[in-house]
């Protein structure tokens, strides 16, 4: 059985389908007047969606590899390149079909060409089903800090079908919980209670709500960012050693530290963040080898929130919000609580 999710968005609403065989329901999301759709996706997924898709329509394949290193402007060149030899018109389609890395790259390019055309997002991991899919964030990396490019372009629909997560490797697996253990700090709902379809279709209500209220990130939004500004600082400087789900979980045992810095939250509050992220969700929340503070606040300063010295997101009495000019102090009782040198 599925159920359906509803980001609403006014005209931009849409469904995101949840549960096993989820798939057999992505003709449901397809525009009637289509006529090419454009699958991005990587070789290794080898994912047939020929009797998904609607019968007289034409379909292209185009392949990104796999890791960081290929969100890029290059590859977002290169497909766009593609799609034109495909003849991709402005009433066509685009698909995204795999984890975050690939539906950032397929929204990017259908946000790109002809200045925007339609995408549906199939997520084949954790990570891509509960959050990267899901409320229209896309986009590529540059040399100095991840999603530094990019645009909002929300999809026309996206699956999100658990059969896909039977063969997902123990180390993307433990990514989903790093931004599961988020949703838990952002509404107190112990996620692990529930069955996989309920827990994924929970993730996404949570992420709805907030998108519904807050599209562009101007204001609530920021929230889905919290342990990002740490984990996304870890992420460049391990050289992406560490994932992206690895990286938010010490990143938001870190947060959790500068709240007790800022004297915004007590020990206690500390040591339950240790008990949710480690204990609870199996993760760990020890720092890559050989990343130094020096550089993690370099790299933070270049982090899209801030637009007022240090900006990070922070638990407090008034629960989880963002908070400007956090102060060189309070980085360093954080690194000194966490052993970074
Ligand atoms: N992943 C954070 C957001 O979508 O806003």
């Given at each position: 059985m599925t159920r359906r999710v509803r980001v609403a968005l006014g005209e931009r609403s849409y469904d995101v389908v949840v549960g096993r065989g989820a798939i057999n329901e992505l003709g449901s999301l397809v525009p009637g007047d289509v006529r090419r759709i454009a699958i991005v996706t990587q070789a290794h997924l080898a994912i047939d969606l020929a009797t998904q898709l609607p019968q007289g329509v034409t379909v292209s394949r185009h392949l990104v590899g796999d890791g960081e290193a290929h969100k890029t402007l290059a590859t977002i060149e290169r497909l766009t390149e593609e799609f034109a030899a495909a003849g991709l018109t402005r009433n066509d389609l685009v698909i995204g079909v795999g984890g975050g890395m690939v539906t950032d790259l397929a929204g990017f390019a259908a946000a790109s060409w002809h200045r925007g055309v339609r995408v549906v997002h199939v997520a084949t991991t954790l990570v891509g089903m509960i959050d990267a899919a899901i409320g229209g964030k896309t986009g590529v990396n540059l040399s100095v800090g991840k999603n530094l490019v990019g645009a909002f372009w929300q999809p026309s629909g996206v699956v999100c079908d658990t059969?896909?997560?039977?063969?997902?490797p123990a180390r993307e697996q433990r990514c989903g919980n790093g931004e599961m253990a988020k949703y838990h700090f952002l509404t107190g709902d112990d996620l692990l209670a529930l069955d996989l379809a309920a827990r994924i279709a929970r993730c996404v209500e949570i992420k709805a709500e907030i998108v519904g209220l807050d599209e562009r990130e101007s204001g609530r939004r920021a929230v889905l960012n919290y342990g990002h500004t740490l984990g996304h600082a870890l992420e460049i400087a391990s050289n992406f050693s560490l994932a992206h789900g690895e990286s938010v979980a010490v990143g938001m045992m870190f947060a959790a530290c500068v709240a007790r810095a800022l004297g915004r939250v007590d020990d206690a509050r500390v040591a339950k963040h240790r008990a949710v992220i480690?204990?609870?969700?199996?993760l760990s929340i020890a720092m890559p080898a050989g990343v130094r503070r020096a550089r993690l606040i370099e790299l933070m300063h270049q982090d899209k929130k801030a637009i007022d010295g240090l900006t990070f997101v922070l638990d407090g009495v008034h629960g989880i919000e963002t908070v400007r000019g956090v102060t060189t102090a309070a980085l360093d009782a954080a690194f000194d609580a966490l052993l970074v040198t």
């Open positions: 059969a896909y997560l039977d063969t997902l480690v204990d609870h969700y199996g």
